[in-house]
């Protein structure tokens, strides 16, 4: 809606880097604090955040410019106009996490429960986010017929591509559902199970809201992993499925490991 918040001098602030900023320091100061209560030193979160800061835009922009190759291989510099927009969810959150669980294990922190710490700022970080890429234009929605169809700003990506026309705020709903999940994580924190817990909570629920949002959400053919008839699959959404499969997994196992640590048989 508003790319550029405002101007200053010949330096435009953009809002989408302005958002993506703020979704990172406020999810570090939720980090922190939740450290100090849980006895760890608050001080290792500003170490891990500046490496898993680094990773996670590299890991998102990598991802955004492999599924769209053909654009960039006539637009090579194009690849360093980060931002202009163009950051694959998916793409920073595991490269980010899996940086995130190295750390811990290396500074001697049980890794899932480090991981734990972290998830409620990953929640945040996506509900933050999400309105830098409303602001931007980016990562629309299709066609609205509904109420609540916006129509973006002509300087804006949606607007020059879809001017006065009512779209889906799909950066809108996925900011919405990633608070819910903020403050689920927040209650299943206190009586989580076992340690990694919320992290793959967060994955699953994520997950789930991605692939109930794709549906609406503007795509290029270049994103559509299966198509038949009417019907199709993004390759957010299949990897939404793997990634449920996967955290269920996890899941599984963390839960006989930790049932196993309290003297416990995994046997029936």
């Not at 209560?37 to 590299?58: A, E, F, M, T």
């Not at 190759?69 to 950051?87: A, K, N, P, S, T």
Request: aromatic share 14%; glycine share 12%.
């Amino acid at each position: 809606m508003r790319p550029i918040l405002f101007q200053l001098g010949s330096f435009p602030l953009r809002s989408y880097g302005l958002l993506i900023a703020l979704a990172f320091m406020v999810g570090i100061w939720i980090a922190r604090r939740r450290a100090a209560k849980s006895g760890y030193d608050p001080d290792v979160i500003i170490d891990l955040s500046v490496i898993v800061i680094l990773v996670s835009i590299l890991g998102a922009r990598l991802a955004y410019v492999f599924v769209r190759w053909d654009y960039y291989q006539h637009d090579v510099l194009g690849i360093f106009r980060i931002w202009e927009g163009g950051l694959v969810q998916y793409g920073g959150m595991v490269a980010g996490a899996l940086v995130g669980l190295w750390f811990f294990r290396r500074r001697g922190i049980d890794m899932w429960a480090g991981a734990d710490l972290m998830a409620p700022s990953l929640a945040m970080g996506v509900t933050i986010g999400r309105i830098g890429c409303f602001l931007n234009g980016c990562c629309y929605g299709k066609v609205c017929e509904q109420p609540w169809g916006v129509v973006f700003n002509e300087n804006s990506i949606a607007g020059m591509r879809y001017p006065g026309v009512h779209l889906h705020p799909t950066q809108l709903y996925e900011s919405f559902l990633g608070l819910v999940v903020f403050f689920v994580l927040l209650a299943a924190d206190r009586k989580k199970p076992f340690e990694g817990f919320l992290l793959w909570l967060f994955v699953i629920l994520l997950s789930v809201c991605r692939f109930l949002i794709d549906p609406v959400r503007q795509y290029g053919t270049e994103s559509i992993a299966f198509q038949s008839g009417t019907f199709a699959l993004t390759n957010n959404q299949v990897f939404s499925v793997a990634l449920v499969l996967l955290s269920i997994g996890f899941m599984v196992y963390l839960s006989r490991r930790s049932h196993v640590g309290r003297g416990g048989s995994t046997t029936p």
